[in-house]
Antibody, heavy 124, light 108 residues
Framework: EVQLVESGGGLVQPGGSLKLSCAASGFTFSGSAMHWVRQASGKGLEWVGRIRSKANSYATAYAASVKGRFTISRDDSKNTAYLQMNSLKTEDTAVYYC???????????????WGKGTTVTVSS | DIQMTQSPSSVSASVGDRVTITCRASQGISSWLAWYQQKPGKAPKLLIYAASSLQSGVPSRFSGSGSGTDFTLTISSLQPEDFATYYCQQANSFPPITFGGGTKVEIK
């Protein structure tokens, strides 16, 4: 079964840091790009960033709202993607989902498998 | 960035009704559009990709159409399990990926 499981969420003070993990199983993780998407309570979906595979030089891209504060990385030996969040702001409070594009053929920006999400709360 | 605008923001409908949701892109995106369904407390689920291609396992009452800047998601006969929020997403211009604001389908 294809599965993504996020962990690492919690309560953090403004200006603090947190690192989220996304453990993947059931597919060839090393060959897949991975995305992070967040959703504030009662709000819509916001794309956070993406990391590509080794074959694509682990290229990363970020939303303007998190660029310079968030970093996406991956450990293919552990089938895990990470989201390092620094200089956190109250507006970063959200459920964070990891997700992947459909496999096979060329890489697209659709997202066909999602984790259940992990909640990050930034508050003093 | 490409802005995605959905309408309506909410719709009240009854079981068996035909429901249509529209999504407009701020610039042309060819057919690079997806639709997702999200139920409360759950992750989004991919329904439609490439504007009109049905994701595997998705019931055929869901259909998508459009190209360029104007797109529609149609539920031909609303079922109880279809009450949810629906989002469109453009997959043409990157970064960033952008989503519409969502359309909540509620029970009438």
């Amino acid at each position: 079964e294809v599965q993504l499981v996020e962990s690492g969420g919690g309560l953090v003070q403004p200006g603090g840091s947190l690192k989220l993990s996304c453990a993947a199983s059931g597919f060839t993780f090393s060959g897949s790009a991975m995305h992070w998407v967040r959703q504030a309570s009662g709000k819509g979906l916001e794309w956070v960033g993406r990391i590509r595979s080794k074959a694509n030089s682990y290229a990363t891209a970020y939303a303007a709202s998190v660029k310079g504060r968030f970093t996406i990385s991956r450990d293919d030996s552990k089938n895990t993607a990470y989201l390092q969040m620094n200089s956190l702001k109250t507006e970063d409070t959200a459920v964070y989902y990891c997700t992947r594009p459909p496999q096979g053929g060329f890489e697209t920006l659709y997202m066909d498998v999602w984790g259940k999400g992990t909640t990050v709360t930034v508050s003093s | 960035d490409i802005q995605m605008t959905q309408s309506p923001s909410s719709v009240s409908a009854s079981v068996g009704d035909r429901v249509t949701i529209t999504c407009r892109a701020s610039q042309g995106i060819s057919s690079w559009l997806a639709w997702y369904q999200q139920k409360p407390g759950k992750a989004p689920k991919l329904l439609i990709y490439a504007a009109s291609s049905l994701q595997s396992g998705v019931p055929s009452r869901f259909s998508g159409s459009g190209s360029g800047t104007d797109f529609t998601l149609t539920i031909s006969s609303l079922q109880p399990e279809d009450f949810a929020t629906y989002y469109c997403q453009q997959a043409n211009s990157f970064p960033p990926i952008t989503f519409g604001g969502g359309t909540k389908v509620e029970i009438k």
